[in-house]
């Protein structure tokens, strides 16, 4: 039966405007770092289009960061000396799902979407824009008013005839410029680490890579820290490539575009692409754009986190440019996977990577083939147990000293455990840190499934003797010798991590010794990379490489430290495994029992050297070398 209805009403889909901004603004951006890796990229883009004018600008961005304690970042601001904004350009540039970078319209740069700026802020918080073109200030101010629930703004009448004395004193540094701040509101995304943390998080994040790298850019980072007797920091970021030689560059047919790739094997081992600072894996990139770093499916390959490099791919911004946007996962956060482009692509790379990572596994497994001589590896092992117990010391102390705790804490921070035997482990926490987060409970995660928690949840209680420190602990389990776990609490917004590694059972009476302590430092053995810009490195299992075709190293230690028995060998050995202890050390007390800071992390080096160094010369120099292979 065929029916007619009456036409009632008809229109656009309603919306709850206000939900959809904040959903969309808190997808894009997670918290402060997010937020920071925008504007930079925002800055860099106006530089960029002027450039393709012709003109040659300073290229300078300035990155203010206000740390409070516990880790409550307060304030960020981004200062350019770009091409600024008209008062019709702000205002586009305030519309969300607006295009404003200029990337359709053929210049290259990475904005797809106009995304990032109003974002940052209405996650974050409340942000103010000042933008300089032409002599015209221009300003803004946008937040999420949590009344209205929406997000608001706040357009000012455009002022000209400033005088550069007036400029500088509302914080631009040029003629044209931006400046953006931001006021951090927001309690679950206000958590930002120490500055050596941040410093090394923008300076290698793949998307700001190129930036950082880039001749034509000075990124200046100021660190502020009130509550550190008001220290401001001033660090110049600069990325340097890993050094290595180029293994492929080809260009491969996909889908009817040419893709090309370049592929690097790196001197040394680099870091996992898993995290957004991993310097290992292959850059994603179109005209100008990086979109992803990627090692498909090789991104815990030991072999694998040899190789960086490249993938140029002009059909992505081509595809854009008509329309389909669908390639791009829209929260810019790289290729969307489930796109058959995007499938094409991860075949033929997972197929040019893998041939590259079996040669350089079968190499890797050739070189450790190379047996040193049994008085020298017993020696070493001897020395690797001893290093083990020097860093237990420092890492493994039963609880922490009055005032030692300034952050959410785990320790051990590095523990071994047996198989089936459960083992406590204690958290702690100061009293301002339960304050702050209005809260005293904990949440712990194991990274391996393999490596149980036997407490996922508890609450920190007073400790009877330090009224300003909380504490509790919890319990984790394995059957699975060999296994390891990065074991994370989580109290609010703040984390702390420690290493749980399931070593072979402890049995009764005589036993043969496995090789190596399976301590914190299990093994040292030589390494034959060529060029290498460090005498050693100290590699994930605890294994110490030292690189015997480092000036000098060769010649009086020997290519398989043969010469260990000489005055020069041991001088040596000795100066390499203190460094290696103290720099091991020194990284993981960091943040945790001394703040972030290059001075402190300097007198802690100090500190490490004066203890460890009358230990290991002692033992290196025995007299009789048998003394030092004699068992335990």
Not at 38 to 48: G, K, P
Not at 343 to 372: F, N, P, T
Request: one cysteine or more; hydrophobic letters at 35%.
């Amino acid at each position: 039966m065929n029916m007619k209805f009456d036409n009632l009403e008809s229109g656009l889909l309603p919306m709850k405007r206000g939900r959809v901004i904040k959903t969309l603004s808190d997808s894009t951006i997670h918290g402060a770092l997010d937020a920071i890796v925008e504007l930079l990229t925002n800055s860099n883009d106006s530089y960029v289009r002027l450039e393709e004018t012709g003109k040659k600008p300073s290229g300078i961005i300035e990155i203010h960061i206000t740390r409070m304690s516990g880790g409550h970042c307060t304030h960020i601001k981004v200062i350019d000396e770009a091409e600024g904004m008209g008062f019709n350009t702000l205002k586009n540039s305030i519309t969300f799902s607006g295009e404003t970078s200029g990337f359709k319209e053929g210049r290259t740069v990475r904005g797809f979407f106009g995304r990032g700026l109003k974002e940052s802020i209405v996650a974050l918080g409340k942000g103010h824009i000042m933008t300089l073109n032409e002599g015209i200030l221009s300003t803004a101010e946008i937040y999420y008013d949590r009344q209205q629930e929406d997000a608001v703004y706040n357009l000012s009448t455009p002022i000209k005839n400033f005088s550069p004395e007036e400029l500088k004193e509302l914080g631009f540094t040029g003629p044209t410029g931006t400046i953006v701040e931001i006021q951090i509101n927001n309690e679950k995304k206000n958590s930002i680490p120490g500055r050596n943390t941040i410093e090394e998080y923008i300076t290698n994040h793949y998307s700001l890579r190129e930036i950082c790298s880039s001749e034509k850019r000075e990124l200046r980072l100021y660190f502020n820290e009130p509550e550190n007797k008001g220290l401001i920091t001033t660090t110049i970021l600069n990325y340097v490539y890993p050094e290595g030689s180029i293994v492929y560059e080809d260009d491969v047919k996909l889908n009817g575009d040419t893709v090309h790739f370049r592929v690097y094997e790196s001197t040394e081992q680099l870091t996992s692409p898993g995290s957004p600072q991993g310097t290992a894996g292959l850059l994603i990139k179109t005209e100008g754009a990086i979109l992803d770093n990627k090692l498909f499916g090789f991104e815990t390959d030991p072999s694998g986190l040899y190789f960086f490099g490249e993938i140029i791919c002009p059909g992505i911004a081509k595809a854009i440019r008509n329309g389909d946007e669908s390639v791009v996962d829209f929260n810019r956060g790289g290729l969307d996977w489930r796109h058959q482009y995007s499938k094409e692509l991860e075949s033929s790379s997972k197929e040019i990577l893998k041939k590259l990572i079996e040669a350089k596994r079968e190499k890797m497994r050739s070189d450790k083939e190379q047996q040193l001589k049994e008085p020298i590896q017993q020696m070493l092992d001897k020395l690797c147990r001893e290093l083990s117990k020097l860093a237990k010391d420092e890492l493994e102390d039963a609880g922490p000293a009055p005032g030692q705790v300034n952050a959410l804490m785990i320790l051990p921070m590095v523990v071994n455990i047996n198989p089936d035997e459960p083992r406590s482990l204690g958290v702690y926490a100061p009293k301002y840190i339960i304050s702050d987060e209005n809260t005293n409970i904990v949440k712990f995660l194991s990274s391996n499934e393999k490596v149980k928690l036997l407490n996922t949840q508890l609450e920190l209680e007073p400790d009877k003797k330090d009224d300003k420190l909380y504490k509790s602990s919890f319990k984790v389990l394995s059957s699975s010798e060999g296994e390891m776990s990065i074991i994370t609490a989580k109290l609010g917004n703040q984390a702390a991590n420690c290493e749980v590694r399931v070593i072979p059972p402890t049995k009764k009476g005589r036993r043969r010794k496995k090789r190596g302590s399976g301590g914190i430092f299990s093994k040292i053995i030589p390494a034959h990379d060529n060029e290498p810009i460090q005498r050693f490195q100290y590699t994930e299992g605890g294994i110490i490489r030292i690189f015997v075709k480092f000036p000098g190293i060769n010649k009086y230690l020997g290519e398989y430290l043969e010469n260990v028995y000489t005055m020069e060998g041991k001088t040596i050995l000795a100066e390499i495994l203190i460094e290696a202890f103290c720099r091991y050390v020194a990284k993981q007390r960091a943040g945790k029992y001394y703040t972030e800071d290059i001075d402190l992390f300097s007198g802690e080096m100090d500190r490490l050297r004066r203890k460890a160094s009358v230990i290991i010369y002692e033992m290196v120099f025995k007299a009789d070398l048998r003394d030092l292979i004699e068992a335990d």
